[in-house]
């Protein structure tokens, strides 16, 4: 069965400082992979996806994912974080066949200090 | 082009009443979900239709029911409300294309079952 695991609850980092969100899935065949945010209140938003191709992925806002099969990880990354990127970050998975559906993790939520 | 659509956006029910949360897309997409979101246990998948007239459990089937109605509607139930039902209803909507394809959502329904 399908699984996505968000291995930190909650991250802090201090603004202008990198960032790096962790994700690892469980998928029988290859999969698509989405990075979605939440900020409070508010539904969610694509950061990116992958698919195929090249296994490093461009999203919005600055941040970008890597996809390495050997080792079933997504994990987020951007290089200098603003204090707006403050909010909760999930990580699916999915493959959009006829039948399929899209999994979620936990979340990861992301604080940032001043 | 509204996306989805969820109504209502909050609703209070006392345990025992039966509500219907609606949703609609209007992206032409083929496939619809029902997700639940609670503090720290991410989006859970409730029910998903990977076309009109199907429907499929997800992970947290139990106490609800779904209808998709035609390609645009796909409502969820609950028969009963229990308080462990209060919970952040999202329902999505994805196309399904080869490396084209991401989930979209609606702003979400705040239920609270006292």
């Known amino acids: 069965a399908q699984s996505v695991t968000q291995p930190d609850i909650h991250i802090t980092v201090s603004e202008g400082a990198s960032l790096e969100l962790r994700c690892n899935y469980s998928y029988g065949a290859t999969p698509y992979l989405f990075w979605y945010v939440q900020s409070p209140g508010q539904g969610l938003q694509l950061l990116l996806k992958y698919f195929s191709g090249d296994t490093l992925v461009q999203g919005i806002k600055g941040f970008e994912a890597e996809f390495k099969r050997s080792q079933s990880s997504f994990n987020l990354r951007k290089p200098s974080v603003h204090w707006s990127d403050a909010a909760e970050y999930f990580c699916?998975?999915?493959?959009?066949?006829?039948?399929?559906?899209?999994?979620f993790g936990k979340g990861t939520r992301l604080h940032i200090l001043p | 082009n509204a996306g989805v659509t969820q109504t209502p956006k909050f609703q209070v029910l006392k345990t025992g009443q039966s509500m219907t949360l609606q949703c609609a897309q209007d992206?032409?997409?083929?496939?619809m979900y029902w997700y639940r979101q609670d503090p720290g246990m991410g989006l859970r998948l409730i029910y998903y239709?990977?076309?009109?007239?199907?429907?499929d459990k997800g992970e947290v089937p139990n106490g609800y029911n779904v209808s998709r109605l035609n390609k645009r509607e796909f409502s969820l139930r609950l028969e009963s409300a229990a308080p462990s039902q209060t919970s952040v209803y999202f329902c999505a909507s994805t196309k399904i294309g080869v490396g084209n394809t991401e989930a979209f959502f609606g702003q979400g329904t705040r239920l609270t079952v006292v």
């Open positions: 699916a998975v999915g493959r959009m066949n006829r039948d399929d559906k899209i999994i």
């Open positions: 992206m032409n997409h083929n496939s």
């Open positions: 239709s990977a076309s009109e007239g199907t429907t």
